[in-house]
């Protein structure tokens, strides 16, 4: 993976942090929602940053102020297992939501699950570098990255073989495959699975 830019440097900084708060229940990133907690992890808007714990949400049209919403689903096994749905707003509609965020933070999109509404604790953020649209970003050529948060194990690109591939369509919406992401626990330790952050305007 390529050395990130500062801005790409300081994105990643927040959401680790954020990650490693996330794995201390009922810790949020500010703001409030129906649904818990609101506001960006990162401090920068972007798409999908905002928090959706506590209970389960009934719609987007909700969170005030939304103008869509990214309902994710993440699944990974190895290691550990895991499962956890997560409703998140955003301040763009759909079919702009990620050219919004790529323009605002120099090209890069960041999609993030803070926390969970259903599931164990954990986090989940995606970042698509060189953001061109919709299409498939892969690690290989340096496009995209991720970082899982299970309980107080961190799971990043960092092992041999690992590999992620993410598409991004036109309505805003991302579908990430992720395998052999390594624990922070021991690069022998992984797991694999898949994320999916559906988009629907409020």
Do not use: W
């Amino acid at each position: 993976m390529k050395v990130p830019s500062s801005a790409q440097a300081t994105r990643v900084i927040a959401a680790c942090a954020f990650m490693a708060c996330a794995a201390l229940a009922g810790c949020t990133s500010g703001g409030t929602s129906p649904a818990g907690s609101g506001g960006s992890p990162t401090g920068n808007g972007g798409a999908g940053g905002a928090g959706g714990a506590g209970g389960a949400l009934g719609s987007c049209a909700s969170y005030p102020g939304a103008k869509s919403c990214h309902f994710v689903t993440v699944t990974a096994s190895g290691a550990q297992n895991f499962h956890g749905t997560d409703t998140v707003p955003n301040q763009q509609a759909c079919g702009s939501v990620l050219a919004q965020d790529a323009s605002a933070n120099g090209g890069e999109v960041q999609l993030s699950a803070p926390t969970f509404v259903t599931g164990p604790v954990g986090a989940f953020t995606v970042f698509l570098d060189s953001y061109h649209g919709p299409g498939t970003y892969t690690l290989a050529s340096n496009d995209a990255s991720v970082m899982v948060l299970i309980g107080n194990t961190q799971y990043s690109a960092t092992g041999a073989g690992s590999t992620i591939s993410a598409v991004a369509a036109a309505d805003g919406s991302v579908s990430v495959s992720f395998t052999k992401l390594a624990s922070s626990a021991g690069s022998s330790q992984t797991i694999s699975g898949h994320a999916q952050f559906t988009c629907q305007n409020a």
